[in-house]
């Protein structure tokens, strides 16, 4: 029997594979996936593709169905899928750290964590995939997607045994997302950070503080968007199970749906997604212009947000109580 290998996704052609975290094509004999309408088996489905793939080893058609595929691949890179691909190719070294594993995937995922060195290790994995922290040639990220997704795995995969269980060594990509983590967490121990939540809605208000004096003080993610820079996604995903997020801080207020409402859950049972079209025109309606701006439903991770150079005039309360009436009024 010929071993299961690595194939990236763009090159999969007609050769039988298994596919890890995304969706099938022509040539493929088996789907482990969460995302929605991915063709998993019923009976390995899980929150993270990564314990799908755990819940297959363990079957008894195991066996049967890795002899029937020679190639193993993703159209994407990031951890659950990382984790998944290393879980098939090297099933005895994954289940001995199984919990670790899918602690550093739901950290990947769903921005939570139980052990910090699980959040650490999805820090690296997410360095590596940003040109100007990588180690890999800046040139690499010139390449089409497709490309530069291959050559992470065909990177990572190798490597990710060492990588994970000496993560401690590899402070210099993971230190100053720590320590936004740390900053994030702290502050909502102390208070200057609140979280309001609304389980009937499945809803949470993060505010934070808007001093210049705050902000200044607060370690910086350069290249994340206003809503992680402000107070780390782990520290609130953390602290509440709201897949309904917003964030303010009297200027400037985000909401986003938590990747949980895109994928297939078994254990997660967040509510369903409500388009937030009307809500954005309600907003809108309140500012006397157009400046807010709700993105696709079907996107990943949808923001309902204005630009970074915008400036609402709406303070926290009354946004809080928009979104809190929109919600009720779609019961929940």
């Known amino acids: 029997m010929q071993d299961l290998q690595y194939l990236p996704y763009n090159r999969l052609g007609r050769t039988a594979n298994i596919i890890v975290d995304s969706k099938p094509i022509e040539s493929t004999v088996l789907t482990l996936s969460h995302w929605p309408a991915s063709g998993c088996p019923p009976e390995f489905k899980a929150d993270l593709s990564a314990e799908i793939v755990f819940n297959f080893l363990k079957s008894d058609t195991a066996e049967s169905l890795k002899s029937s595929a020679q190639a193993v691949s993703n159209n994407h890179f990031d951890e659950d899928g990382l984790i998944g691909i290393f879980t098939l190719l090297n099933p005895e070294a994954a289940l001995a750290e199984k919990e670790f594993l899918l602690d550093v995937a739901t950290a ?9 060195e699980a959040a650490q290790v ?43 269980q000496r993560v401690h060594f590899l402070e210099q990509y993971w230190k100053q997302e720590d320590l936004l983590l ?27 503080p808007a001093s210049k004096e705050w902000v200044a003080g607060r370690p910086t993610v350069a290249e994340a968007r ?72 079907k996107d990943i991770v949808p923001h309902l947000h204005f630009s970074e150079k915008s400036v609402s005039k709406l303070n926290s309360a009354t946004v809080k109580e928009v979104f809190i009436e929109f919600f009720s009024a779609s019961n929940g």
Do not use: M
């Open 182 to 208: 740390s900053f994030s967490e702290n502050a909502i121990q102390e208070g200057s950070i609140k979280i309001e939540e609304h389980p009937h809605l499945d809803f949470s208000i993060v505010e934070t």
């Open 122 to 164: 999805s820090f690296v994995l997410q360095a590596w995939a940003q040109p100007d922290k990588s180690p890999l040639n800046r040139a690499v990220f010139r390449r089409p997607y497709d490309e530069v997704t291959g050559i992470l795995y065909e990177e990572l995969l190798p490597r990710f045994s060492n990588l994970f």
């Open 226 to 297: 206003w809503t992680h820079s402000i107070c780390h996604q782990f520290a609130v995903h953390n602290a509440t199970k709201s897949s309904r997020i917003l964030v303010t801080d009297g200027v400037r207020h985000d909401f986003y749906y938590r990747y949980e409402t895109w994928v297939e859950t078994i254990v997660r049972k967040p509510r369903p997604r409500i388009d937030l079209k009307p809500l954005a025109a309600k907003l809108n309606q309140l500012e006397g212009k157009n400046i807010w701006n709700a993105e696709d439903n």
């Open 108 to 116: 990947g995922d769903f921005g939570t964590y139980k052990n910090r």
